[in-house]
């Protein structure tokens, strides 16, 4: 997580020895603060090509915004291996905030517990549209590079727990 004091974008410290072959990589991108999110998703692609995935390992889906996320990520998990969810939910006066990012954050977890496949959770929850751009490639790195780093370390535990 990426906050004052601590950038892990700086992803070489998660070296991760999963085996790629074959692998389908789903990302999954809300729309809702689009400009945002295009960020995130870029970071995230950007480091799954730079480990070694080719681009049409990876395949891109787009929703309206974060309560789409958990339905679209259990849909795409019967065609591939592991999921990053990336969107943007900025508070505002309303306790709608509180809603969404819960109702997301637990929809995301139950789809991961049943499928039992990695969805990684790429959704900032802010306060300001600052600290969003601050996460998104900002002072505090993207969070997109940073799900795509913890993909592909769940796809390591799994490839090992598998071998014993």
């Known amino acids: 997580m990426s906050s004052e004091g ?4 700086d992803v070489s410290v998660f070296a991760s ?3 790629l ?3 389908k990589i789903g990302i ?3 729309v809702w603060n689009e ?4 960020k995130l998703r870029e970071g995230a692609e950007g480091l799954l090509i730079e480990r070694g995935l080719k681009p049409s390992q990876l395949i891109h889906v787009r929703v309206s915004g974060a309560m789409e996320l958990p339905l679209a990520a259990l849909w795409l998990l019967e065609k591939v291996d592991g999921v990053i969810v990336l969107g ?9 905030f509180e809603y969404v990012c819960q109702g997301t954050t ?3 977890i139950d789809v991961q517990l049943k499928i039992q496949k990695p969805v990684i959770y790429g959704l900032l929850t802010v306060n300001t549209e600052q600290e969003a751009w601050d996460r998104a490639g900002g002072k505090y790195g993207n969070k997109g590079r940073e799900a795509g780093a913890t993909l592909l370390q769940q796809l390591e535990v799994r490839q090992f727990v598998e071998t014993l």
């Open 28 to 30: 999954i991108q809300a």
């Open 21 to 23: 072959t074959g692998l």
């Open 6 to 9: 601590k950038n892990l974008s």
């Open 88 to 96: 943007c939910v900025v508070r505002g006066g309303t306790p709608h």
């Open 17 to 19: 020895q999963v085996a």
């Open 35 to 38: 400009e945002i999110t295009n």
């Open 106 to 108: 637990k929809g995301i």
